[in-house]
């Protein structure tokens, strides 16, 4: 069974603090993907990032950062210089390979607000 | 630019009466979903298809029914909504399974049963 948990239901900070959002998976194979989405409050899910089991470098794409560390199934986001922009929900995904569609099991989601 | 589309954005139901979701996609993806989304949870996949292969989920309840006439359209059939039927009904869309896999969603069709 997989299972993706993140424990922090809400997070609210100040624009231009950083914040880190959590995410612990658990699953039994030995080849899987990590997924990122925003939800906004428009509501439609936005991908931010795939990342492979294989590859444990860590990835920074402007002001989003992404530490993936096999040894604690662990994959958590850092937004750096957080804007009211960011204020949305993020899931964190997983999804093992499968022959008949990407199955997503989704992390019950990160509330992030960010005050002007 | 859309490139996968959910009509109505918000449909309103009442007990009971048969409602159907729609959405379309422009992108030519195999694989089409469809996920419920409760207030203040994460989705939840209620089946997809796989090109005209359809695969339900085991907790997915029969009030729930799709089809996928061609490439382009799916829908989402709910026989007889109740009140717990009230949620966000996401659809997305993605190629084959592959290692640059990942899924589109659209915005979402936001269901009000009275």
């Known amino acids: 069974a997989q299972k993706v948990t993140q424990a922090q239901t809400e997070i609210s900070v100040v624009e231009k603090e950083d914040v880190t959002l959590d995410c612990v998976y658990e699953?039994?194979?030995?080849?899987?993907?990590l997924f990122w989405y925003k939800q906004p409050p428009s509501g439609e899910l936005v991908f931010l990032i795939r990342?492979?089991?294989?590859?444990?470098q860590n990835e920074i794409s402007g002001r989003y950062s992404w530490n993936f560390q096999k040894s604690t199934s662990s994959f958590n986001f850092t937004i750096t210089a957080s804007q009211v922009v960011d204020s949305a929900v993020y899931f964190c995904?997983?999804?093992?390979?499968?022959?008949?569609?990407?199955?997503?099991?989704f992390g019950g989601g990160t509330r992030l607000m960010v005050k002007p | 630019d859309a490139m996968v589309i959910q009509n109505p954005r918000y449909q309103v139901t009442q007990f009971g009466k048969p409602v159907t979701l729609s959405c379309s996609q422009t992108?030519?993806?195999?694989?089409m979903y469809w996920y419920q989304q409760k207030s203040s949870q994460a989705p939840k996949l209620l089946f997809h298809?796989?090109?005209?292969?359809?695969?339900n989920e085991a907790d997915t309840p029969d009030n729930f029914q799709s089809r996928r006439p061609n490439t382009s359209f799916c829908f989402l059939d709910i026989r007889s909504p109740g009140l717990g039927d009230a949620a966000m009904y996401l659809c997305?869309?993605?190629?084959?399974?592959?290692?640059?896999?990942?899924?589109?969603f659209g915005p979402g069709t936001r269901l009000t049963v009275l």
């Open positions: 995904a997983l999804s093992p390979p499968r022959n008949a569609g990407n199955m997503l099991t």
């Open positions: 298809y796989y090109d005209k292969d359809f695969n």
């Open positions: 997305a869309t993605s190629t084959p399974p592959g290692p640059l896999n990942e899924q589109f």
């Open positions: 992108l030519n993806h195999n694989v």
């Open positions: 990342r492979n089991s294989f590859d444990e």
């Open positions: 699953t039994r194979d030995t080849t899987y993907y």
